[in-house]
């Protein structure tokens, strides 16, 4: 019962306002139990005067009546003196019991100009140091307040982070390009169609990120329109094996399938799951060595699909598994930026995923050992 009141507002701002009638009562009747004894006996002191003179035999219904106005003078005056006591007690008990609920708020609003003003390190402190199943509505605001707090702090660090990563991206292929130009300027490059070529590589990667940045941003903003149309898994599969197939003979990959059969259709956007695939075994061919293997797997998991790509190649390490789908991240530190890619494709897919109502993740034993891309997609969404 206790728990359930402390986890509950409602209840406690009902006990506390019978709280603050009760010890107003209490001060009332204490105090008017104090005060109407002593009041009565100060007033029935005057009556004195009239039993001393002896008039009591002809004069009593003088002396009941003013006997009963003394004893009403008497109670009215002990009733103030209480009322009063009774009310500076309950106003001093809904003081007290007001700043448990007016406080944190307080705090709330304080917090929140300092988080308005950029300083996303404000958290509010729990109230009473309470555990989260002992809080009531106003410690789940506190909580809630908080994590709002720490998921404008991760944005604003990503904003910064993705500030720095683009200028460095954007950097290196314009420092290349100056660098040609300048070589053609002074005479230390030949005009000639190679050196115009190389130029236009770089021009080529920059366009390629651009678009990549504009499309990121249109998934991750939800600026686009999913076109949901039953599809299905074997198709996508077999596009796949159509669009990429020839690569994989070109570099001595073997190409697998292993799909289960009569899988049901999905309600996707077909060209959007096109593009998560391709994305998965794009980089699985980019990161797997001549000779090696990559093996699509398609299977029905209870109300899922499950797509997987399992490749043999260079593997991902347990340090590197959460920071996959960052921006910008590449596992192969070794490689070019020419031939790692734009680093932003599997941040695309996973929000393309999301989109869809299902789940991207990525598994590997470590590195040299291959690694497993999978996603889950909804069978009704």
């Known amino acids: 019962m206790m728990k359930f009141i402390r986890t509950h507002l409602t209840w406690k701002v009902f006990l506390s ?42 004069n009593n219904e003088q002396m009941v009546s003013e006997l009963f106005s003394q004893y009403k003078t008497a109670v009215f005056e002990a009733i103030t003196y209480a009322t009063l006591a009774a009310l500076v007690g309950a106003v001093l008990a809904s003081f007290l019991i007001s700043r448990q609920v007016v406080t944190p708020t307080l705090q709330m609003m304080s917090l929140s100009k300092r988080i308005a003003e950029g300083e996303y390190k404000e958290r509010l402190s729990l109230l009473g140091g309470q555990q989260t199943d002992q809080i009531d509505e106003l410690g789940r605001l506190a909580l809630s307040f908080n994590q709002m707090a720490d998921k404008l702090e991760k944005t604003e660090t990503m904003r910064r982070e993705l500030i720095g990563d683009v200028t460095h991206e954007l950097r290196t292929p314009l420092t290349a390009v100056k660098g040609y130009l300048e070589g053609m300027a002074d005479g230390v490059l030949p005009a000639d169609p190679e050196t115009y070529q190389q130029i236009h590589a770089e021009i080529d990667r920059l366009q390629r990120l651009v678009n990549d940045l504009q499309e990121l941003s249109r998934v991750e903003a939800g600026a686009f329109q999913l076109m949901l149309t039953p599809v299905s898994p074997a198709s996508l599969i077999e596009r796949i094996q159509n669009t990429l197939g020839r690569q994989f003979e070109e570099k001595n990959i073997q190409l697998e399938m292993d799909i289960e059969p009569n899988l049901p259709d999905i309600t996707v956007d077909k060209d959007r799951i096109i593009q998560v695939l391709t994305n998965l075994v794009g980089n699985a061919l980019q990161y797997t060595p001549s000779g090696g293997k990559v093996t699509l797997l398609v299977r029905r998991e209870q109300s899922d699909v499950l797509f997987s790509v399992i490749d043999s190649g260079i593997g991902i390490s347990a340090d590197q598994i959460p920071l996959i789908f960052n921006r910008f991240y590449r596992t192969d530190k070794s490689r070019t930026r020419t031939s790692g890619g734009s680093g932003i494709g599997l941040t695309i897919a996973k929000a393309l995923v999301k989109v869809h109502g299902g789940k991207i993740w990525v598994e590997s034993e470590g590195e040299g050992k291959g690694s497993t891309f999978s996603f889950r997609i909804p069978l009704s969404k």
């Open 17 to 58: 306002y019978l709280l603050v009638v009760l010890i107003g009562g209490v001060v009332l009747i204490t105090a008017a139990s104090l005060t109407v004894p002593a009041a009565f006996e100060r007033h029935l002191l005057s009556m004195n005067e009239i039993v001393i003179s002896g008039n009591m035999a002809g």
